[in-house]
């Protein structure tokens, strides 16, 4: 068992996300009912759309990460806990005991809940369980006990089916996704900050009544308000704030200008090419669940890359990259010195634009304020995410003497997971279990109530 598990990790790592991602896509299809031409050329197209999703958000790395090395030197800041990467993360989560055993536990956790008719989605990003596997890694750093670490993993990816759930209505109205959800704990995590936003905004005379929509800030500003525009003084102004002093400054900012301008244009046009392959198979999707399930709704969880196109999360998040930089320095007690994982912002945003019908004023809000906890999180929390790396083999940077990321040491299920932990040993873990538990009661009891808080429209 342990030797399949292994090559079957060895080809996950190998091959990546968009050879794995198509091939599940083509027999999840062909399960469902779905021709075999049709499943096939959905796989595919999906593929592409991931291909390009990747190189475009590849494109905005290059010039975020090259904005914030300079800002960081311009500033002076020094920080001993390095921002290494989701990549570096993915790695270290799927390096570790935990990553061996994390994809069979979530796929019969997925499959038992889907059975039992307590979940809705059928998880199918599983690349992503990369996120099941750093929870459960932390676990086991703590607790010293792998037992604990796969216990971990499998709750954790319970709770992204829960919150995969609770937004999937919001998701699909929002975004014109119809039959998606979002399990992925990059994003999902996000939505009680959002929740909290809205409750605090929506208690401020007149700035409850900012409307700071892309299709409002377009009709408001003309062609100065299209999303590409948007992108390119967005990218001006970093630029600027990155490279007043650098040689070849004017070609520096005029770059990071355009490049981002790139982006805003790009990143939409590569999520329609997924829709388009993703249509065939939610229609086989709805189509299997009326013929076996009396119309019992099946969501299929997907990555939240399908949603970072919109301008509202590419804008907010762009906007962002400033301010999360300067909390860095003036936040008392952080030790983190943000650099690699700056392009997933907007991962963390985007699940806030459905709760914020899109406004990117609440969503910058949501995002400092899901971010400025992050940075206490992740000072917390980077011994664990060390040692994890330490476990896997991971390389440290040069000059680094701890480590963490955006992508899961900023965001608070592996803080709930490894305090419980450390505080009650396994009584922890069953503490954590039994709330999940009550939470998803608490839904299943008045699913339409809990997902309008999420942003589901009435119906």
């Known amino acids: 068992m342990e030797v399949f598990l292994t090559t079957l990790q060895a080809v996950m790592d190998n091959l990546g996300a968009t050879v794995v991602l198509p091939i599940i896509i083509f027999f999840v299809a062909l399960i469902m009912g779905a021709k075999p031409g049709k499943a096939f050329r959905a796989g595919v197209t999906i593929g592409i759309a991931f291909i390009g999703i990747n190189l475009v958000i590849g494109l905005m790395w290059s010039s975020l990460s090259g904005v914030a090395q300079a800002m960081v030197t311009n500033w002076n800041i020094q920080r001993d806990v390095v921002d290494v990467g989701w990549p570096s993360a993915a790695a270290i989560a799927f390096g ?3 990553g061996l055993w994390v994809i069979p536990i979530a796929i019969i956790v997925n499959l038992l809940l889907l059975v039992f008719k307590v979940t809705k989605t059928l998880n199918i990003d599983i690349w992503n369980y990369w996120h099941f596997a750093f929870i459960g890694s932390m676990v086991y750093m703590v607790s010293q006990n792998l037992a604990y670490g796969l216990i971990a993993a499998a709750i954790a990816s319970a709770l992204g089916l829960f919150l995969a759930d609770w937004t999937a209505k919001a998701v699909q109205k929002f975004y014109n996704l119809p039959g998606i959800s979002i399990p992925h704990l990059a994003t999902a995590p996000g939505v009680p900050f959002a929740i909290f936003t809205n409750w605090l905004i929506d208690r401020i005379p007149g700035v409850r009544d900012w409307k700071v929509d892309p299709d409002t800030i377009q009709k408001r500003f003309g062609v100065f308000g299209e999303p590409v525009i948007m992108g390119l003084v ?68 997907l990555d939240s890359a399908i949603l970072i196109g919109h301008p509202a999360a590419i804008s907010s998040s762009l906007v962002l990259v400033p301010i999360v930089i300067l909390l860095s320095i003036i936040l008392p007690g952080n030790r983190v010195l943000l650099f690699a994982d700056l392009a997933i912002i907007p991962f963390i945003v985007a699940l ?108």
């Open 234 to 301: 967005i990218g001006l102004v970093l630029g600027v704030m990155g490279y007043y002093n650098a040689d070849q400054a004017a070609v520096l900012i005029l770059q990071t200008g355009m490049n981002l301008a790139a982006v805003m244009l790009l990143l939409p046009r590569m999520v329609q090419i997924l829709m388009e392959g993703l249509i065939p198979v939610s229609e086989a999707a709805r189509d299997f669940m009326k013929k076996r399930a009396s119309d019992r709704e099946i969501y299929i969880g």
């Open 352 to 459: 806030f634009a459905p709760l914020m019908n899109g406004n990117i004023f609440r969503m910058i809000v949501a995002g400092m304020l899901e971010l400025g906890v992050g940075f206490y999180i992740a000072t917390s929390t980077a011994p664990l995410f060390t040692a994890a790396a330490q476990n896997a083999g991971f390389v440290m940077p040069e000059g680094a003497s701890q480590i963490t990321s955006i992508g899961d040491g900023f965001l608070w299920p592996q803080l709930l997971f490894t305090k419980a932990v450390d505080t009650l040993g396994v009584f922890g873990l069953v503490l954590v279990a039994a709330l999940l538990v009550v939470v998803w009661a608490l839904y299943a009891k008045n699913p339409t109530k809990w997902e309008r808080i999420a942003g589901a429209p009435e119906e």
């Open 96 to 98: 570790t005991d935990v």
